[in-house]
Each structure stands twice: as structure tokens, then as C-alpha cells.
């Protein structure tokens, strides 16, 4: 059983909280003190942003915090060593990098995910490489155990759905709405509905994000999901945070309520 | 066995190790959508008649192939001719692209079109079909190319397109496409993105090159009537490179006819500051495809620099690649200062004022026609006309217009 499956376990029901934050931003020596201040304040597993120069799928609010990291030098060395740190002190908080392919290939597939492993990340999220790209990538995954997390849409047929389901491991990632990371439009209903059709075709448990930005929303679409990711939302908590002190603070009254109104499901 | 290559993509949009599919979960649904309606149209009769009849009636197809003899006696080698798409209605080949994808956007019953652009050619000729059909047109447009390419702007807000400014990454091109793409997911259900170039996911490096496969197919008939036979050389400038891929990709299995790809060497290779993906980049992935990428030594995408807005992009459509991996095509470089001397030599030579674009093609084709003799031809791709670079050029050359 992989580190995320045996997290999930663990949870016994209880909802999942993915807080997304991009390596390196605000300032790349507070991105391990936050995963921290994340896991202290709930968080069951970090996502952390491989900055990119063309995230073509992020909105402006990770597209700027992916700028900002990458002109701080902030690239993906960097991001596997702070993981690295983070699991000096952390050997229990499953961590997924998500980011675009062209950083990875350029390190290699066979480098990367060998450091990758080395670091203690558990699973990779790229947004350009779908399952019919990734034979290459997942024949090397699949030697460390690390998990390839995909996407499912609400534009993915029903036949992609059963072919990405299976190819999938550790969740499934459902897009909440059609646009990009932190749009406004979500409509619960019909993820409720959507996730609810999806669990026909896994046993794996199903994350809901992109526009999930507070307590409300977040419980909202978690009515069938076992997990939610946060991202845009929380990193626009963290823009102004100047040093830990006040990431500290912004981390914990955004990510508190989220948990709170979670467990209460 | 020799190598086929009129076959690619392969039904998984690959041409060898290059292209493929590399778009966002939420785009697979529209691009399947697009590559069977393309299937479909492809073959279909009658609208091959319409593209045709568009391309005869709107962009004034065919273009002349044109024999330029004072550049060839400058010269003293091979014959120069020029395939004049400079000629067509808004002044390059972007047009056949885009009169065959709102065709498209037509049949599929699209609303509304998007588009990015770099140095307007593209945006104009979305604007210009977009109009013609009466759809919406959103135009991304990087803001420093915004800056830089005003008259084009201009003419598309006239043309009654919407352009946006980008204010992400580097503000240009490749950050335009970006933001397209991101519209995109936004809006799949009634939205037609057309793209400018061969590159992006499957169906558009093939869609692409197919809408201004023209181009070749005219230079076949027009060198039999007017050589006597096919040329010995096609020369044609590359950024993403539609142009010559549809000067290309008629003669790719006549392997006599050698092809050559001019990348925009910029400030010199050696400086860095160039857009030269092939001679220059790595392999990778970008904007759908993989595809030969300028990238730094962590995967970043790095700016480019060319004295040609159209040639300033970090990568390449897929089957360039393809066909330089597999040498069937070979790909150099020109820079910039061999450009402008280009630009000013054809244009006081022959009277005809290239696009800077093009001006590199022009620049490569007078030093091959040199190592040439005179019982062999050289067709030139004179992809655009140069009007849109009179202010670039007086810039450089000090000279306010």
C-alpha cells in the first residue's frame, strides 16, 4: 500500500484537506515553515507547486506566485530539496509536487523521479501530460512507488473517465469547473453529482479543486469527495506575508475554519 | 525500405517522438471533437470545394511564382524564384490557415473565435475571416507586442475584433497562446480557438499545415509549367514554421527537391539572444506538443529575441522536428543583420518589400544559390509582405517616419 492509500486509511471517513502552495513563494526559506504551519492547521497532504514559466492552466494568482518563485531561483532542484527539509521533520504527510511536464524532461525522467523519491515526494501531478503521454514517466514512477495523479474534467467522456481511472493512482483529481485554477463559477450541484458517477469507475478516493476559496465552498463540494484541494485561494492569503511570522498567522486563520467546517460533515 | 513521410501524424497525432498530446484534461474533449470534424471534412467534397472557392475568390489564389532575374544575376548561381504569398488578401499566408478553420468553426457550429498573435498577421487574418463570417473575435496579444505592432492592432479593432492584452511571462507571443489556451478551457462549449501556427496538441500541427499546403501544391504545377520541372531547392523561413511546412509538405517524398528551414538567429547564435529552437533549443514539451523548446538548464521557457515579431517564438511545430531529426529537411540560421540586408536588397533589386519574416528566407537563398549553378532553381517562400516593418527598419536605421 502506497503512503497516500495508507493516508486516506488513516482518515477512517474523514474528509481530506489539500492545501496547494507553490515552491518558493512568497520567499523560498518560508516554503518549509509553511508546510508545517499547514500540516499544524490541518492539512492532510501538500500539494507544492513546481514553478513553471507557461502554466497554461493556472489562473493569475498561481501564475504570478509561479513567476515570483521563479525569479527568486526557485526552480526544480530547489522545490525537491525543500521537500527534502520538509521530511526531516515530517515523515507522516504525504506530499505531491503538481507543475508542467517540460521541467521534468528537461531533468530527465529517470533523475527526476529517482530525486524525487530520494526527497520523500509521493506523488506528481503534471497538468500536460495525460495518461496516453505518461508510459515512459510511470514505468519510472512505478520503481519508487510513487503515485501519478490525474485529472478528470467535467468535459472528460464517459468512456476517458473508466481509461483515466484506470491508468490513475493515490486519488483522483476532479476539476471542479471549466476554466482555470482559482476561476469563480462553481456550481456544486453538479459536482456532487459528477463525483458521485465517477466513484462507479474507482475505488480510488476523489479530490475536488480549482474554485474552492473557503469553508463554504469547500464544504459545499465535499458532500461525495473525500478530499479538497485549496489553492489560488490560500495563496492570495499570501501575498502580503512578509516573513513566517505573518505566514504563521494567514496560514492559520484561513486553513482553521476550512477544517473545522470539514470535520463537521 | 526508405523513409515514408506523407503519413504523419500517426493516429496518435505523433510525428516520430515529437507532437502528440499534451493539452489539459479539460481540452481532450474539444480536441477529439475537432480531430473527427476535421476527419470528416478532410475528404468531404464540398467543403474542399468551398476552401477552395475561398481561397480562389478571398485571398486571390493562386500567387504568382515569380522568377527573380536581377537577384539572380546578382548572385551568379542558381535561379531564384519567389512564391509570392505576400500577394494574398492581408498581405501573407496566415489567411489560408484561417479561412480553412472558420470553415471549420462553421460546420461545428462555433460562435465565437479566439486567436493569439505576435506581430498581428496572425490576429489580422482571424479578424478579417471572423468579420466575413460575422462571429465574435477575442485576439490575445502579448502587451510588448502590443507596443510594438500598433498598426495591426488597429486594424484588427477595425475588423471588429476584441484584442487583450497579456500581461503575463515575458508579454508576448508564447504567453498570448497561453492565455488563448486558458480562454479555452473557459469556454469549450461554444468557442473555436484557431491557431496561427503548426505546432500545439493534435489535430493543429496537421490541420495547420494542411490548410496552407496550397502553397506547395501551387509551386508544384507552377514550376512544371514554368521550369519544366520541380525545383532543386525550397527555402523557407521558420518560427513555428506554417509557412514552410505548406511550402514543405507537398514535396516531402520527392526526395530530389531539398528543403531548407531558416530559423531566426537573432543577435548571433553565440549570444543567446535568438529564437533558433531547432539549432538551438532542447527537446520538450510546450503549449501541447513535444517539440524542440528553448528552455534554460531547469526547464524554464526563455525569451527570445528576432528583428522579426513573426520568427520570436521558443518553439517549433512537431514535424519540423521531425523532419530535422530525420535530415530530411535541414535547418539554418539567418540573423538579424543579414535580414535587414535582405530586406533592403530584394526590395531595391526586384521592387518587392519583404516582411522581415521572409526576409530571412531571402537572406539563406541568396548565399544557397550562390554554392549553385545556373541550370538549377531555388523557390523562395516570400511568405509576407513588408509593409507592416517599415517602422522597424527606419527605427534601426535611425530614421523617423
Redesign the interface.
Known amino acids: 500500500m502506497s503512503f497516500i492509500d495508507q493516508k486516506f486509511n488513516s482518515l477512517a471517513g474523514k474528509k481530506a484537506l489539500i492545501p496547494f502552495m507553490t515552491a518558493g513563494f512568497p520567499k523560498p526559506d518560508m516554503t518549509v515553515p509553511m508546510m508545517h504551519y499547514l500540516v499544524e492547521n490541518g492539512a492532510d497532504i501538500i500539494e507544492l507547486g513546481m514553478p513553471f514559466s507557461d502554466p497554461m492552466a493556472d489562473g493569475p494568482v498561481i501564475q504570478k506566485a509561479s513567476e515570483k518563485a521563479i525569479q527568486q531561483g526557485v526552480n526544480l532542484v530547489q522545490t525537491l530539496q525543500m521537500v527534502s527539509q520538509f521530511r526531516q521533520d515530517n515523515q507522516h504527510t504525504p506530499v505531491v509536487l503538481m507543475g508542467y511536464l517540460n521541467p521534468v524532461e528537461s531533468m530527465g525522467y529517470e533523475k527526476f523521479v529517482n530525486s524525487a523519491a530520494g526527497a520523500g515526494v509521493n506523488g506528481v501531478l503534471l497538468v500536460d501530460s495525460p495518461p496516453e503521454e505518461s508510459a515512459e514517466l510511470q514505468s519510472h514512477l512505478k520503481k519508487h512507488q510513487l503515485e501519478q495523479i490525474f485529472l478528470v474534467a467535467p468535459t472528460t467522456s464517459e468512456a476517458r473517465k473508466k481509461f483515466i481511472c484506470q491508468q490513475a493512482g493515490g486519488f483522483i483529481y476532479y476539476v471542479a469547473l471549466k476554466g482555470v485554477t482559482g476561476a469563480a463559477d462553481l456550481n456544486p450541484e453538479i459536482v456532487n453529482q459528477e463525483i458521485k458517477q465517477l466513484k462507479q469507475y474507482t475505488a480510488l478516493p476523489i479530490a475536488v479543486g480549482f474554485g474552492v476559496k473557503d469553508a463554504a465552498s469547500a464544504v459545499a463540494v465535499a458532500a461525495q469527495a473525500d478530499a479538497v484541494v485549496i489553492g489560488s485561494a490560500l495563496i492570495q492569503q499570501l501575498l502580503g506575508c512578509q516573513d513566517k511570522h505573518s505566514a504563521k498567522k494567514a496560514i492559520s486563520d484561513f486553513m482553521r475554519p476550512i477544517r473545522l467546517a470539514l470535520d463537521s460533515l | 525500405m526508405t523513409q515514408k513521410f506523407d503519413n504523419l501524424p500517426d493516429e496518435?497525432g505523433h510525428f516520430g517522438r515529437f507532437g502528440?498530446?499534451?493539452?489539459?484534461?479539460?481540452?481532450?474533449?474539444?480536441l477529439?471533437e475537432l480531430k473527427a470534424a476535421y476527419k470528416k471534412l478532410k475528404t468531404d467534397a464540398d467543403f474542399q470545394q468551398q476552401f477552395q472557392r475561398d481561397l480562389a475568390e478571398f485571398v486571390g489564389r493562386p500567387s504568382p511564382l515569380y522568377h527573380a532575374e536581377r537577384l539572380t544575376k546578382q548572385q551568379q548561381g542558381a535561379q531564384i524564384w519567389l512564391k509570392r504569398e505576400d500577394l494574398n488578401h492581408t498581405g501573407a499566408h496566415k489567411i489560408n490557415n484561417t479561412v480553412g478553420q472558420i470553415l471549420l468553426a462553421k460546420a461545428m457550429g462555433k460562435k465565437r473565435i479566439i486567436a493569439e498573435t505576435g506581430a498581428g498577421q496572425h490576429g489580422v487574418a482571424t479578424a478579417t475571416v471572423a468579420a466575413r463570417m460575422g462571429l465574435d473575435c477575442v485576439v490575445y496579444m502579448g502587451a510588448v507586442d502590443i507596443e510594438r505592432q500598433a498598426i495591426n492592432v488597429y486594424r484588427m479593432k477595425l475588423l471588429g475584433a476584441e484584442v487583450r492584452s497579456v500581461q503575463?511571462?515575458s508579454q508576448t507571443l508564447?504567453?498570448a497562446?497561453?492565455e488563448a489556451?486558458?480562454d479555452w478551457?473557459?469556454?469549450?462549449?461554444d468557442t473555436f480557438y484557431i491557431i496561427g501556427t503548426v505546432a500545439g496538441p493534435a489535430p493543429y500541427p496537421e490541420m495547420v499545415r494542411d490548410f496552407n499546403s496550397v502553397i506547395g501544391q501551387e509551386v508544384r504545377k507552377q514550376s512544371l509549367e514554368q521550369i519544366g520541372r520541380f525545383p532543386d531547392a525550397l527555402v523557407a523561413c521558420v518560427g513555428g514554421g506554417s509557412n514552410a511546412m505548406g511550402l514543405f509538405h507537398p514535396f516531402i517524398e520527392d526526395q530530389k527537391v531539398r528543403m531548407y528551414g531558416v530559423e531566426a538567429g537573432g543577435k548571433g547564435l553565440e549570444t543567446g539572444q535568438h529564437a533558433a529552437s531547432i539549432n538551438a533549443g532542447?527537446?520538450?514539451?510546450?503549449?501541447?506538443n513535444r517539440t524542440y523548446?528553448m528552455?534554460d538548464?531547469?526547464?524554464?521557457?526563455t525569451e527570445t529575441h528576432s528583428i522579426s515579431a513573426g520568427l520570436d517564438y521558443p518553439g517549433v511545430g512537431p514535424e519540423h522536428a521531425y523532419l530535422n531529426d530525420t535530415g530530411r529537411a535541414r535547418y539554418v540560421t539567418i540573423n538579424d543583420d543579414e535580414a535587414l540586408a535582405a530586406f533592403h536588397n530584394l526590395t531595391r533589386k526586384e521592387g518587392i518589400m519583404p516582411a522581415l519574416e521572409s526576409a530571412h528566407a531571402i537572406a539563406y537563398g541568396l548565399k544557397l544559390a550562390k554554392t549553385m549553378s545556373p541550370e538549377q532553381h531555388i523557390v523562395i517562400n516570400l511568405s509576407g509582405r513588408g509593409d507592416k516593418d517599415v517602422h522597424t527598419v527606419a527605427n534601426i536605421e535611425g530614421v523617423s517616419v
Open positions: 496518435t502528440g498530446n499534451f493539452a489539459a484534461e479539460t481540452l481532450f474533449h474539444c477529439e503575463s511571462g508564447k504567453d497562446l497561453n489556451m486558458r478551457v473557459a469556454h469549450v462549449d532542447k527537446v520538450g514539451v510546450l503549449h501541447g523548446v528552455s538548464d531547469s526547464g524554464q521557457v
